[in-house]
């Protein structure tokens, strides 16, 4: 049997239905996160955020206003990029709150005939999410260590 700290669910055995809702719900956010800002959207992304979300990155934190600011200038600083993600790992804290877990790759598009895509980042990124009182799981903080380049 194999436990975790935050769970008595033995891994591999199917899920209950709650915890695979959520799952999903949780997984769309990261999804539609990074989509956004790919496609140059990336001020919407607040969308997708609680009002008091915060992100960090190493030992720098921005929440409201300087979060949504931060998206609006990523939206206009005229860098495409592209986001892969591995599989997040899932877990449900409570039945409002739960976390995920991905390692995620960040390329920056430029003239492709001459340069290629240009690797920038390999980062791990550590979520948590609350379901809010109208049933809508959002993103309540992010976590962001870099293992390798920058951003």
Same mark, same amino acid.
């Given at each position: 049997m194999v436990n975790? =700290?935050?769970?008595?669910?033995?891994?591999? =055995?199917?899920?209950?239905? =709650?915890?695979a809702q959520a799952r999903i719900a949780c997984l769309?956010?990261?999804?539609?996160?990074?989509?956004?800002v790919d496609g140059g959207h990336a001020s919407r992304t607040v969308e997708l955020l609680t009002t008091d979300a915060e992100m960090t990155i190493g030992d720098v934190t921005v929440k409201g206003e300087e979060l949504a600011?931060?998206?609006?200038k990523r939206e206009t600083d005229?860098?495409?990029?592209?986001?892969?993600?591995?599989?997040?790992?899932?877990r449900l804290l409570g039945p409002d709150e739960a976390e995920t877990e991905t390692l995620l790759q960040l390329f920056h598009l430029g003239d492709e005939q001459?340069?290629?895509?240009?690797?920038?980042?390999?980062?791990?990124?550590?979520?948590?999410?609350?379901?809010?009182?109208?049933g809508v799981w959002r993103l309540s903080?992010? =976590?962001?260590?870099?293992?390798?380049?920058?951003?």
């Open positions: 975790t =700290a935050k769970t008595t669910r033995l891994i591999g =055995a199917e899920p209950d239905p =709650a915890t769309e956010v990261i999804t539609t996160f990074f989509q956004l600011a931060a998206m609006r005229g860098i495409r990029r592209v986001h892969f993600s591995a599989e997040p790992s899932f001459k340069l290629g895509p240009a690797a920038r980042a390999l980062t791990h990124l550590k979520d948590r999410f609350v379901r809010g009182g109208d903080r992010r =976590a962001v260590t870099i293992l390798a380049g920058s951003e």
